[in-house]
C-alpha cells in the first residue's frame, strides 16, 4: 500500500498520500485489489482495530469529499481548530480531540492529523509511517507532538491539500512541500489556486472586487465566530474600503483557513499576506527566502521595512489602483471635502512608493482609504435613517467606484450641452441611492488614469455586478477622453475641487482627437440621455426621502 | 492629557468607552452622560448644518475638575465625547480637531468591516489600537 500510493517515493506520507493509503486500506479490506484505481471505488470505511472509529469516520469523510464544497471542510475544520491546543501539547489532547470530533465531521481530526503527519515526514525521513499505516497512526500521532512546532508551514499544505481533496485527492504530490513552509502565513500555490477558484465562483472578474455582503455570507459559512470574522476581515481589508481584491481575499481566506486549524490570528497582518506581496509573488519567488528569514511569528508586528523593488513593482499596480479608488471616493461625496481628500491622496500615493515600514504601510493604507471612507460616509449615513454609517448599499459603489468618478451632474451638463459629439458616454442608468453616482462616475474618470483597460472592464464588470446598469460603453477610449476634458471645462464650481484635481493627475490625457460621429454614436447618446433623465429622477427622489430621514 | 474618550450612538447608548486611568472611570461615565445633554442641545440648535467637526467645547465643566470634555458628531448622530485634562496647555484645538478626525476614520473602518453591525459595541483590535495610540501619545 505504502508503495501504491507513492509514499515510498516521495520517503514520507503527506496529506495525498496519506489519504490515498487509507483508501487502499479500505479497499483490501473491502476485498478489492490494492491498485491506484480502486480508490475510485465506493469504498466502506477501512477498519482499524488499533484505533477508535476515528479513522473510520476520518476516513469515510475523504471518501465523501470529492465534490463536496468549501462549506463542508469548514464546518468540520472548525470543531477541530477549537480541540486544538498549542503545538507542543502533548498526547493526552491530541487523541481526545480525535474521537469526539470524529464521526460526522471527521474531516477535521483528518485535517488535525494530517499536519502531524505531514510536518513529520518532513521533519524526519518517515520511514516509520511507512509501516502498516493503521497500526502506526496512533504512533505517530503521538510522536508528532514532540515535532510539532516544525508542522506550522506543513498546515498551510495541509490546509491547501484538504481543501483541494475535493476536487482531486490524487492530484497532490509533494508540491505542497515547498520550502519555506515554515512560514505559516504563507500562501502556497495550491492555495492560491484555490483561493482564485473561490474568488472566481463569487466574482468571475478576477481584477474585480468582492463586495462586503458577499464576502461576508461566504465567510460566514466558515462557521468562525463573528468576531475573528470581523478581526480577519480588518486585517486583509487592508485599503478599508469594504471589499476585498483578489489578494486581500486570498489573504482573509488564509486567515481562516489557518484560524480553523488553530492558528490564532495576528494582530496585524503579516508581510506574506498583504496585498502588494500577494500580488508580486509571483514576480519575485528569490525573495521570498529572504522574507522568509526576516519573518519571524513571534513578531507580528514588527513588519520589516518591505524589499523596496518589490514594494516598486507592486505599487506601480497598485498606486493607479488606489489612485482611482481615491478618485472615485472623491467623487462620491460632492463637496468640499472632496478637494482636501485629493490633495491628501496624492501625498499617500508617494508615501505608498516609498520604502515602508509596517507603521507607514498602516498610515498609508490608513490614511489613503480614510479620506475616501470619511467622504462616502457622511452621504451613507444620512442613507442610513440616522442609524450608524455604510453597510452594503455605499459600498459596492467604493470598490467598484475605483474607476473613475464622474459625477452625474457633470453628465447632465454634458447633455446639455446638446451633445457635443458622439462620445457622450451613457451614464449607467439610476440605480439605487449613490450606485448610481458612482456608476456614473466610474466610466469617465476610469479613462483619466494610465491604466484605461481596467476601468472600462470593471465599470462592465460593476454594471453586471449591480444588474441594473445596462452601461453601453462608448465606442472608444479617445471619446472618453474627450469627454473629460470636456467635463472639465463644464465643471461648476461645486465640482471644481476634485476636477481639478483630477485633471491634473491625467496630465496626458486632455488633448485627443475629437471622435468622429456616427449615428450609432447619437443613438448611444440618445439612450444615454434617457438613462440619465431616469437616473436624475431617482436621485431627486431619493434627495429627498433622504432630507427626510434628516431630520 | 487625554483622558477618556467615549462613542455614543444616536440613541445615546455607548459604543465604546475607553479611560486612560483605569480608576475613575465612573466618574468618566457621569460626566460624559451630561456631556450627552449639552451635545444633543447643540446638535438640535445647529439645524442644516450637518457636518460641523467642531461640535462642543464646554470648557471647564467642573472648575474643580481641571478638566474639559469636547464632544464631535457625525452625520448619523454618532457622538464622540472626549474628556481632556486641562493641565497641558489649554489651547490645543487643533490637536483636538485631529484627534477627532481620526477616531471618526477609524471609525469609517470598522463601519467597513462587513461583519460589524451598526449599534454594537465596539471590540475591533485595530480600533483599540489605534485609541491607545491616539492616547497616549497625546499624555
Redesign the interface.
Known sequence: ITEVCGAKRVGYFGPAQFYIALKLIAAAQSGFPVRIESIKNELPLPQFTALKSDSEARYGTPAELHGVKFQVPHANLEKNSYKRTDEGDKQEPKSPPMSPICSPPASPSTYQRIPLTYGYGKSRSGLEQQHGAPYEVRHTTHQQDGPSSGNYGAKTALACSTLNRSLSAEREQQDSSTHYLDDPWRITEEQRDYYINQFRSLQPDLSSFISGSVAKNFFTKSKLPIPELSHIWELSDVDCDGALTLPEFCAAFHLVVARKNGYQLPETLPETLLPEYLQAASLKPIRDCALFDSYSESLPGSQQARDFSRTEVSSSEEVPDKSALLQDGKKDDKQALKGSITLKTIPKEFQHLTVKTAAQESNAFRARPRSRSYSSTSIEDAMKKGEEPPTPPPRPQKSHSRASSLDLNKIFQQNTQALRSGWLPPPPPALPPRPSASQTEQPSEVELHPQMNRPPSQAEENSSAKKEVVLAQPPSKPARRKLRTETQGLDTPELSPTVNVTSSLPAVKPHLPVQKQSSKQKRAIQTAIRKNKEANAVLARLNSELQQQLK | LVLACVIC??QNYPLYIRSIPAENELKFHYTVHTSLDVVDEKISAMGKA??DQRELYLGLLYPTEDYKVYGYV?????KFVMVVDSSNTALRDNEIRSMF?KL??S??????????N??DRI????FD?MVNSMMMQVC
Open positions: 450612538s444616536p450637518l457636518v457625525t452625520n448619523s448622530k454618532v478626525r471618526h476614520n471609525y469609517t473602518d470598522i463601519m467597513c468591516n462587513p461583519f460589524y451598526p449599534g471590540h475591533s483590535r485595530t489600537n
